[in-house]
């Protein structure tokens, strides 16, 4: 039965162990919420909450696994800071998947770690990118044929939490949306690539992945209807969740860590329960240029 958020106790980030129940919360697009686990931040990082941080022609503030710190402004001494927080951030984030999930760690792929320094609530996108709309994610120029998105969060603010929906799960809003969504076209896929719109090909998963995602986002009926569940993400904790499958959107919030990685679908414990094997079992067929 899908469960929108399952806390978990405990304050280490090591030595974490799983079991059953939790494993099938997450894979069926459940957050795991650990309320009492912190990334503890030195006195000089706590220099480093503050919103112009952020380069203004930037979204987000971000590091490569291998590279230095993009997005950012500051002095050296900060932005050196700032790189090692992030790097230790990628190895807490690291350990706690791989101990708790074993099954994943020889086949995740390591993607950018991210500092969100600006307040959600106040800043103006268009509705596509808005992030205060329930959404799942998914790229619009990085095709993946099916691998899932996990993610780390941890809210770095002491003061306040950060706001969450958290909405029914990934099956039920697909049977409601997949009806909309027209046909995949190869040769549309091969000419985005060709125009290096795409930095490749996108499979008909792909397509279906972000047709649900702008449906989702353009429909201000199903964004005031849908159920949802609130989730207040207390100061210095953390949280998981598969985003490409967790239907979510971010109210409120200002100073969070992020940690993503990929990982193929058929090394999950249940790869039938995946967002590629749910579409595949909706359609009645697998998917053109995507199988488990």
């Known amino acids: 039965m899908y469960q929108p958020i399952v806390e978990l106790s405990g304050a ?9 129940d939790v ?24 220099r480093l909450l503050r919103a112009d941080l952020r380069d ?23 932005l050196e800071l700032l790189n090692a927080m992030m790097r230790r ?77 958290v909405g029914e799960s990934f099956e039920a809003m697909a049977q409601q949306f997949l009806p909309l969504i027209p046909a995949f076209r190869p040769w549309e896929a091969r000419l985005l690539r060709s125009l290096r719109i795409t930095k ?11 047709q649900l995602h702008d449906h989702m986002k353009r429909d201000l009926r199903y964004q005031r209807e849908a159920p949802r569940t609130v989730a207040a993400f207390a100061p210095g904790s953390t949280w998981v969740c598969f985003s490409d499958q967790t239907l979510h959107a971010v109210d409120s919030g200002q100073f969070m860590l992020e940690q993503t990685f990929f990982m193929p679908p058929q090394h999950q ?9 749910i579409l595949t079992r909706l359609k009645g067929r697998e998917l053109q240029g995507a199988r488990l």
């Open 12 to 20: 280490e980030w090591a030595g974490r162990e799983s079991n059953d």
């Open 200 to 210: 490749s090909l996108r499979s008909e998963y792909d397509h279906m992945m972000l």
């Open 269 to 277: 414990y249940r790869p039938d329960q995946s967002p590629l094997g």
């Open 89 to 165: 951030y990628r190895h807490q984030a690291l350990q706690l998947v791989n101990e708790m999930f074993p099954r994943y760690s020889a086949h995740l792929r390591i993607e950018p770690t991210s500092y969100r320094p600006t307040e959600v609530a106040s800043r103006v996108q268009s509705w596509r990118a808005d992030d205060r709309r329930l959404h799942v994610d998914a790229f619009p120029s990085r095709p993946n044929r099916g691998e899932r998105i996990l993610r780390v969060f941890s809210n770095l603010n002491p003061q306040q939490p950060r706001m969450w929906r």
């Open 23 to 46: 494993i099938q919360a997450l894979e069926q697009g459940g957050v795991l919420y650990f309320p009492g686990m912190a990334f503890e931040m030195s006195a000089q990082e706590q």
């Open 56 to 78: 203004p022609k930037a979204r987000n503030i971000s590091q490569p696994a291998r590279g230095v710190v993009k997005g950012a402004t500051g002095t050296p001494e900060e």
